[in-house]
T-cell receptor, first 114, second 112 residues
Framework: EAGVAQSPRYKIIEKRQSVAFWCNPI?????LYWYQQILGQGPKLLIQ????????DSQLPKDRFSAERLKGVDSTLKIQPAKLEDSAVYLC????????????FGQGTRLTVV | GQQLNQSPQSMFIQEGEDVSMNCTSS?????WLWYKQDPGEGPVLLIA?????ELTSNGRLTAQFGITRKDSFLNISASIPSDVGIYFC????????????FGQGTTLQVKP
């Protein structure tokens, strides 16, 4: 079974530029998460989708971050404009739509804002 | 907001020693997950716990879901050099959203 796919693996941009990350979850997984992991810290949830609907985006900085999952499968996370403090690894995870189920992660995208 | 307190923050042990780490919270969870993260990689699932009081093993790893549903621990027995990495607990909140939150991580270093 294919795992969670993310691209790109690495991205370096200048502050105030825009960037987008892509995630393809495990087939059949209705729940999709985007996490931000700053160096030395645990992953912090940015947004959670159930199919193509947003379940939780309480910690998403909506003035600059946006995410969509138009057909309930792939998802994109965008930052516009980027700030230096956005430098982090952006992780995507997916989970089956059951009350109890495991979440599986992609390899992440390492973003460096200079 | 919801928070998981994971300890210890780091450990430096001798090969062959046993290791124990834990997570606590004021929130109630219906699932506890333990992950290992190697540098440059995403977290990899080690053990999943679904019921209060559940004790589950995976090779040299043993984890338990606390009876209060607010805590969990992970033990690693007879550590080896490849156990080096960062270990994270994650709890799925007992709510409709199934929000998954993470601890701060335990960095494990093993001296051969």
């Amino acid at each position: 079974e294919a795992g969670v796919a993310q691209s790109p693996r690495y991205k370096i941009i200048e502050k105030r530029q825009s960037v987008a990350f892509w995630c393809n979850p495990i087939s059949g997984h209705a729940t999709l998460y985007w996490y931000q992991q700053i160096l030395g810290q645990g992953p912090k949830l940015l947004i959670q989708f159930q199919n193509n609907g947003v379940v939780d985006d309480s910690q998403l900085p909506k003035d600059r971050f946006s995410a969509e999952r138009l057909k309930g499968v792939d998802s994109t996370l965008k930052i516009q404009p980027a700030k230096l403090e956005d430098s982090a690894v952006y992780l995507c995870a997916s989970r089956e739509d059951r009350v109890v189920s495991e979440a599986f992660f992609g390899q992440g995208t390492r973003l460096t804002v200079v | 907001g919801q928070q998981l307190n994971q300890s210890p923050q780091s450990m430096f042990i001798q090969e062959g020693e046993d290791v124990s780490m834990n997570c606590t919270s004021s929130s109630i969870f219906n699932t506890w997950l333990w992950y290992k993260q190697d540098p440059g990689e995403g977290p990899v699932l080690l053990i999943a716990l679904y019921k209060a009081g559940e004790l589950t093993s995976n090779g040299r790893l043993t984890a338990q879901f606390g009876i209060t549903r607010k805590d969990s621990f992970l033990n690693i027995s007879a550590s080896i050099p490849s156990d080096v990495g960062i270990y994270f607990c994650a709890g799925q909140l007992a709510s409709n959203t199934g929000k998954l939150i993470f601890g701060q991580g335990t960095t494990l270093q093993v001296k051969p």
